[in-house]
């Protein structure tokens, strides 16, 4: 078999046993076949001796041991022939072996990503139990067993990730599930108790400790452990931090760092503003992330990171405001503004009495960065720029340091962390012209040596030559140095496939791909693509900062886009990977899927998910791909991709609430694409985002016009929603009446669809509107209807939004013992659901209720928890029920 033969197979172990050929499976004969391959790719490239082979192929009870080794040499024999191929047995006096690279079996791709810490990509190879389909007791009491203890660490350590990244109310359902099934396991106890304190729930949170103390000592006779039994008492004390991380957004920095200690003893010595400045490839980015790794522990309140793309030629520089908004969402803000002008002065509020340390990367200008600087002394900000920003020093008291080419002791110095004192030493000649054509470019002489390196025979005066036979015009960001030489040297040293990986990558419209969508992009399986993609990293063509995520430098980038022109073909199975893996994303979400993208091109393989929180979790990662990528779609002609993108995009949108603004544009030129009835949709969703930033007059706009689609249509359920919706911005804007009015037509449609959950949303949106209106008495015969309706449903949240809503209407009119009970009953269920803002808005209107009824001590007891329960929510709540408590 050949080498190349080898990387299209794929072996999968950490769910049913599954072997793969360029992406089509490859059927393994059921019984003694399947358990001798599970057996030899479990200790995958290690000796297997036949008498355990036995053992475990005949599940502890073998033939005779001369008949058992004919046998087995015969299963073998039979196991190698159906793998084809696929075939990665090998024979050693004694025993077997499974022969595999670390890319083609999940296993060990597993252990790879579980020690770059990248846990939730591990997490996400399991697709269920170990080998289930695998029918040997004896191989899954030696083997399994261990590797399900393996796989409940990488869950832990993916679930505290998913904590520190805020996602506490979503891994509820997720842990009681883990603690159901493994009742002992005491992180899962402490993960699933500090779950539900971050939602608010601190009542279940220590109904939790009781459980799992219960259990511990009923099963062993133990008392829980210290880790349980302290954070206990720091949840009795609210003494439990609500993020348990500061922001930490600084990426990796190159390995082979040589010099610049001047320069970075001006870093170490300025404060505030610096501006690094030097041509493109001369190292700014890497001294700047270089000084800021060393010096992070001097900011304790972390560090944030923004490439704001000033030289990108593939995509415009990145807007202020859109930066802004992706500054405040890392500081954790969830309610960004829409208007710029109140984005930077929040920016600058959160700023405030913070030690931060603030990189932004590859700004074009000034007015790039002016609006995201911050008012405190305590946040120090580095800025990268082939401009040398001279206003931010006349203007902005900053600092400027001017990065030079390297000199030719650093030069030399970094080819010889590479490629070795000695090798240099023999020929010092070669290498005074390799530092000479490379112009002293980090850059350039990264991507030199790598691939030098790999021939250690060959001498440098023979590289010296090729670079003079690769000669091109410069590049205009290096004035007159000639270093593309370099660039098209290594090209050309490429095998074909690493070299077209590389053109293609120039398609790619974000900053930063995976492997899935790289692997898209070249139309080959995703264990080709990460092979190919390591290579190019090896030959510093290509940057992988972050585990499992690859980007090009803007210069390669442009490099890599000359050779490629355009490839359509390429561009559209890039753009349906991204679509597809958003429907597969989107249908974890539940609920009806309105828009379906359709056919997808053969050997576009989207990814799958195992859990809500794993879509989640890659969702927030691709964010900004699927922006770039939809825009690029339409600008292609492939109008109903991008809308398909923008229409799964909105259930997200509006979940985290934190990008609205920048996807407006999206939609916006999403919305007349597909058919009428999803023009309709579309056209509704951009209304709802419209009211979600406050653009209300053009959210009621949007839902005229979507609603006249949906009606044609006959989608009855979405014309009855969109007019509950509609509704709300009527009455945001002031216009009772017309809320009213809009409320009771959607209510009209809502009963006659028959449906108790519509019927009764319906009922209590009439309710709210009359409520507003000051038509209480109807207020309340409405939420009275309301209430008998969700009766008949089994959904414990909507049957308390409606008492609370009934509650809030008995309070208006002095029916105020009657509210307190209710309203008392609502909020308990909003906390066991994780509605924070709801079970705060109801405290504070409890509160009121509790002072009018003469019960101040009762009221200051109820705003207090509601102070502790807001404390981490955006917006005027914690200062409104702090003004309560303070007037009482």
């Known amino acids: ?99 595999v690279e670390p890319d083609q079996l999940d296993l060990l791709r597993c252990r790879a990503l579980a020690h770059s810490g990248d846990f939730g990509a591990a997490a996400a190879l399991w697709r269920g139990p170990v080998l289930v389909d695998v029918a040997s007791d004896a191989l899954h009491r030696t083997e399994v067993e261990r590797l399900a203890d393996e796989r409940l660490v990488v869950l832990e350590r993916r679930i505290e990730a998913d904590l520190e990244r805020g996602l506490a109310g979503e891994l509820v359902a997720e842990l009681r599930s883990l603690v159901a099934d493994h009742p002992l396991r005491e992180p899962f106890w402490r993960q699933l108790m500090l779950a539900l304190y971050r939602s608010g729930r601190q009542a279940e949170a220590l109904d939790a400790y009781q459980d799992v103390r219960a259990e511990l000592v009923e099963q062993l006779g133990v008392e829980p452990g210290e880790a349980l039994r302290d954070l206990h008492g720091r949840i009795l004390r609210a003494d439990v931090p609500k993020c348990a991380k500061v922001p930490r957004q600084l990426p990796g920095g190159v390995q082979t760092f040589v010099g610049r200690d001047e320069e970075l003893g001006l870093l170490g010595g300025t404060s505030g503003v610096t501006v690094v400045h030097g041509v493109g490839g001369v190292g700014k980015t890497a001294l700047t992330l270089r000084w800021a790794r060393e010096a992070r522990d001097r900011f304790p309140d972390g560090d944030l990171y923004v490439n704001l793309r000033g030289f990108d030629q593939e995509a415009a520089p990145l807007d202020p405001a859109a930066a802004a908004e992706t500054l405040l969402v890392g500081l954790g803000v969830t309610a960004v503004p829409a208007d710029e002008d109140a984005r930077f002065a929040l920016l600058r509020t959160e700023f405030a009495d913070r030690r931060m340390l603030l990189v932004l990367d590859n700004a074009a200008s000034v007015r790039q960065v002016v609006p995201l600087l911050p008012g405190s002394a305590g946040v120090r900000v580095l800025i990268t720029s082939r401009n040398q920003l001279r206003v931010l020093v006349s203007q902005h008291d900053a600092t400027a340091i001017g990065l030079r080419q390297l000199a030719f002791d650093e030069s030399r110095a970094l080819l010889a962390a590479v490629l070795g004192e000695q090798r240099l030493r023999a020929e010092p000649e070669a290498v005074r012209e390799i530092a000479d054509r490379c112009a002293g470019l980090p850059l350039a002489l990264r991507v030199f040596s ?93 940057q992988s900062r972050t585990p499992g995520r690859y980007d090009l430098h803007d210069l390669l980038r442009a490099y890599a886009a000359e050779l490629c022109g355009d490839d359509e073909a390429a561009a559209l199975r890039l753009t349906e990977f991204y679509v597809h893996t958003l429907e597969n994303a989107a249908t974890h979400e539940g609920g009806r899927m309105l828009t379906r993208a359709g056919e997808i091109t053969p050997g576009v393989v989207p990814r799958e998910f195992s859990s809500r929180i794993d879509a989640l979790a890659w969702v927030r990662q691709e964010w900004d791909n699927f922006q770039a990528v939809a825009h690029q779609a339409i600008g292609r002609g492939w109008g109903r991709l991008g809308m398909v993108v923008a229409a799964h995009m909105h259930g997200y949108l509006l979940f985290t609430r934190t990008r609205c603004n ?117 207020a309340l015969a409405e939420s009275e209807r309301a209430l008998i309706v969700v009766q008949d449903l089994d959904d414990k949240f909507m049957h308390a939004n409606v008492r609370g809503l009934h509650a809030r209407i008995l309070g208006q009119i002095g029916r105020l013992d009657e509210a307190v009970s209710e309203l008392s009953s609502a909020i308990e269920v909003s906390f066991q659901f994780g509605d924070i803002a709801g079970a705060a808005e109801g405290l504070r209107d409890l509160g009121k209720f509790l002072v009018e009824l003469g019960r101040p001590d009762d009221a200051a007891e109820v705003w207090r928890r509601a102070l502790t329960t807001c404390r981490d929510l955006d917006g005027p709540r914690a200062d409104e029920i702090a003004a309560l408590l303070e007037e009482l």
């Open 662 to 778: 920048d996807a407006i544009s999206l939609f916006e030129a999403a919305r007349s694409y597909g058919t009428p009835r999803e023009q309709g949709f579309m056209l509704l969703k951009l209304a709802a985002v419209y009211d979600e930033v406050g653009r209300l007059e053009e959210s009621l706009r949007c839902f005229d016009e979507g609603l006249r689609f949906v009606h044609e249509a006959g989608e009855r359920v979405a014309e009855a929603a969109s007019l509950i919706n509609m509704a709300g911005v009527h009455r945001r804007l002031g216009n009772a009446e017309d809320a009213v009015d809009c409320a009771r037509r959607g209510l009209e449609i809502a009963v006659e669809l028959a449906d108790p959950y519509y019927e009764s949303a319906a009922r209590a949106n009439v309710a709210l509107q009359l409520r507003v209106a000051g038509r209480l008495e109807e």
């Open 1 to 99: 078999m050949t080498w190349g033969d080898v990387v299209r197979a794929e072996y999968r172990v950490l769910g049913p046993l599954e072997v793969l050929l360029d992406g089509e499976p490859v059927t393994v004969p059921a019984g003694r076949s399947q358990v001798l391959l599970a057996a030899l790719l479990l200790r995958a490239n290690r000796f297997v001796p036949v008498d355990e082979l036995i053992d475990l192929v005949w599940n502890g009870t073998p033939p005779r041991l001369d008949r058992a080794k004919a046998t087995l040499q015969m299963v073998v024999r039979r196991l190698r022939v159906a793998l084809g191929e696929a075939d990665c047995v090998r024979s050693a006096p004694g025993g077997y072996l499974a022969v």
């Open 450 to 542: 790598e691939r030098v390196a790999r021939f250690p025979d060959t001498s440098l005066r023979e590289f010296v030559s090729e670079l003079d036979s690769a000669r091109l015009d410069a590049l205009s960001d290096f004035d007159d140095v000639d270093v593309r030489s370099v660039f098209s040297w290594s090209y050309r040293a490429l095998d074909d496939d690493s070299a077209r990986m590389f053109r293609l990558l120039s398609l790619h419209p974000g900053l930063d791909l995976d492997v899935g969508a790289a692997a898209a992009l070249a139309g080959v399986s995703v264990v080709q693509a990460r092979r190919t993609l390591e290579r190019l990293v090896a030959d510093h063509l290509v």
